[in-house]
């Protein structure tokens, strides 16, 4: 068998809870993540390196739908900001998981519309398999 | 982690070669079986249990295009066993290949449409992963 060549790069695209709070990963991609260590990676924890991918959409709190005409470009900076701190402390989360059960790991965040960053990183980053969420319909495709 | 547990069941739908000849697994079903492997089984043979379906189509080598006025129930009988026997070779040589390599595994041949017998197969075994063969568009897909 192949343990002795490259490890299975799993690419892995994460979302924040819809509920209010603190940043918490979704249930569908928590969800997900617990399928692929107990489905996939099981006790091979050396032979697989994930890949975690989080995706910024802009309009996420549909603030284009508000009424901007009194917004300063500090309050766009401020809210970027606050965007991006939520977006580390969700993968935070995920690195923190692999951390503890000694998998190796990368994460980063990208901007955009998720559908398509995600179609644009897995061409970029080629991983062998990539991992989303899904609500109820099967979190598996590549 | 979770090797304590029952091991992860994966589905893999296989079909012949479109070569004429002894029935050899198709190159992208092969393909598919190889990447399995190589990425998701890895070392881990006890961890995983693999589910072999054939599904055979009845109008595989268009027999319904042909003028079958003097086809007695005989020849149907016969072709049938012909097709039959195909399928058992073809499954046998991924049964053999796991028993080599120490992967536990079950085959089984259906009749029908592909995408049917697949989906309804899915539905009533219930594997963690489906893995089908494809031509250049990625194999993998649950």
């Not at 979302?15 to 991609?29: A, D, R, T, V």
């Not at 309050?75 to 701190?85: V, W």
């Not at 790991?105 to 998720?114: I, Q």
Request: hydrophobic share 35%; net charge negative; proline share 6%.
């Amino acid at each position: 068998m192949a343990d002795s060549s490259a490890p299975t790069r799993v690419m892995m695209a994460v979302n924040e809870s819809s509920l209010k709070g603190y940043p918490h990963p979704s249930i569908s991609c928590r969800s997900a993540f617990d399928w692929m260590l107990s489905k996939l990676v099981r006790s091979n924890t050396d032979g697989f390196h994930l890949l975690f991918l989080h995706v910024q959409v802009p309009d996420e709190d549909g603030f284009d739908d508000m009424d901007s005409i009194y917004a300063s470009p500090t309050d766009f900076q401020s809210m970027k900001q606050r965007d991006k701190i939520r977006g580390i402390h969700l993968l935070e989360y995920f690195v923190n998981e692999c951390h503890r059960l000694g998998i190796k790991c990368e994460a980063w965040t990208k901007h955009g519309d998720p559908k398509e960053v995600i179609c644009h990183e897995v061409k970029r980053v080629q991983p062998d398999l990539l991992v989303v969420g899904s609500r109820g319909l099967g979190p598996f495709q590549r």
